[in-house]
T-cell receptor
Framework: QQQVKQSPQSLIVQKGGISIINCAYE??????FPWYQQFPGKGPALLIA?????SEKKEGRFTISFNKSAKQFSLHIMDSQPGDSATYFC????????????FGGGTRVLVKP | NAGVMQNPRHLVRRRGQEARLRCSPM?????VYWYRQLPEEGLKFMVY????????ESGMPKERFSAEFPKEGPSILRIQQVVRGDSAAYFC???????????FGSGTRLTVV
């Protein structure tokens, strides 16, 4: 059972453009929705996260939008920069879902200068 | 204030040998999680441990793989009689038992030749 589906698998965007990554989940026991950023040779690092009591959260150029009824959340990267080139993972979590992060398949983002 | 420490960073083993991967969690963290990442794929959950206890090993292969987190010392992921398909990056994460402050190490890249 694939609980977390992420799309697209890869994305190429021009510098200054907007990157949008989507994540769909099945398990309603998830109650914390983070996005992780991973650079080659490194472990994932928390980028931004949202709780289900809000529909949107913004931190700098990064925004999460959350749709509880659709069981989807997305990451928007505004004014994309070459340094944003990385792989992004959604990884929802819930204490009742086993107290562990469940990762999507990842989206490789390439920002062209 | 060191983060999650994993060693070795790179490990080469011949088929049939044993691989031992070590993970020292962040100070104050008593929950440890192991994930495996195949090239171009997402992170797959393997096992969740607290001090001296295995909480969830639903992602561990039934044979050859084992994990421990003793009262003293690092968590160890052991792979016996390695095969080429075990070649992957193995990441350890630690937390205080919630999703907040979930921190990953830089991983151990295992190559089986």
């Amino acid at each position: 059972q694939q609980q977390v589906k992420q799309s697209p698998q890869s994305l190429i965007v021009q510098k200054g453009g907007i990157s949008i990554i989507n994540c769909a989940y099945e398990n309603t026991a998830f109650d914390y929705f983070p996005w992780y950023q991973q650079f080659p040779g490194k472990g994932p690092a928390l980028l931004i996260a949202i709780r289900p009591d809000v529909s949107e959260k913004k931190e700098g150029r990064f925004t999460i939008s959350f749709n509880k009824s659709a069981k989807q959340f997305s990451l928007h990267i505004m004014d994309s920069q070459p340094g944003d080139s990385a792989t992004y993972f959604c990884a929802p979590w819930g204490m009742a879902a086993g107290n562990k992060l469940t990762f999507g398949g990842g989206t490789r983002v390439l920002v062209k200068p | 204030n060191a983060g999650v420490m994993q060693n070795p960073r790179h490990l080469v083993r011949r088929r049939g040998q044993e691989a031992r991967l070590r993970c020292s969690p962040m100070k104050g963290h008593s929950h440890v999680y192991w994930y495996r990442q195949l090239p171009e794929e997402g992170l797959k959950f393997m096992v969740y441990l607290q001090k001296e206890n295995i909480i969830d090993e639903s992602g561990m292969p039934k044979e050859r793989f084992s994990a421990e987190f003793p009262k003293e010392g690092p968590s160890i992921l052991r792979i016996q009689q390695v095969v080429r398909g075990d070649s992957a990056a193995y990441f350890c994460a630690s937390s205080r038992g919630t999703a907040y402050g979930y921190t990953f190490g830089s991983g151990t890249r295992l190559t089986v030749v």
